[in-house]
């Protein structure tokens, strides 16, 4: 009875070791565990994606454009700036100078935009042009935007414009929209609508970036057409030279610049509504056609 007693005792002492002993190897595994998941966490990818800054950069743009605007001849250098306004905002300022037809247009615009270059953009825009062959301008104002998904962008431009020139003044509602697609990271296809001085036009586009060794910032050459009411036909194109970070050209466009939309400016001033010159009388006064009313009109200067 005695040996049974103190057999008890031995066994019992094994067994209160045993359970200390695994214990503390328990635990200490279990700290080991939750230590390097700790240390996984801190040098891994945070929960939440990154949200890029709305300019990647101070960047810029021009381009080298010619074409035709309803038969008359274009030519004009267009230029713009885009700059950071804190992390989530940008500002762009575009800038044009060129002759139509021999005569002198120029102007500039404004974005102020806010942009997540992984979703999309929403902004305010303004713009002035002048045109010397009417003694004109046109001037806009509206709001932007543009949506990405994948290889797919969809961008809209809503507002008024106002309209003068040497006989007259007009406040209208325009509107562009386009779809984009990226064929690849440096070609994009795009088709859209324009209605602007009171004409719904189609709008077809390309623009290509070339091999960046050509131009370390990159250069793209691009193509664009509009095809309207009343036989308005437009067709440009030329080369543009990026200023700023090397990146594709799909990149550029959602996290560098937005379009440059000054050459529109010209769909609307185009159809001013001034009659034909030669239907001056030797009593000075306008007895002809008017462009923009089709109808006949006796106007004194």
Known sequence: MIVNLEFDRVSMAHFHKFLLTSTCLIGGAAFATASFAADMYLEGTPVEPTILPAVSGINGKFALNGGVFDEDGLGAVTGALSLPVGHSFGLQLDGMAGVVDGDFVGGGGAHLFWR???????????????????DGY??????EGEYYWENWTVSALVGAEFVEDDLDDETNFFVFSDLSYYATDNLELSVGHRYSGERHAAALGVEFQLDQTLFSSGVSLFAEGRLGEDDYQAAWGGIRFYLGEEKSLIRRHREDDPDFLGLEDLF??????????????????????????????????
């Open 268 to 301: 609307t001033i185009d159809e001013a509504c001034v009659p034909d010159s030669e239907a001056l009388g030797p009593d000075e006064y306008f007895d002809g056609f008017n462009t923009c009313t089709k109808e006949d009109i006796d106007y004194k200067v």
């Open 116 to 134: 997540d270059p992984n979703t999309a953009l929403l902004g305010v825009y303004g713009s002035y042009t002048h045109f010397d062959s009417v």
């Open 138 to 143: 046109v001037a806009r104002v509206g709001v």
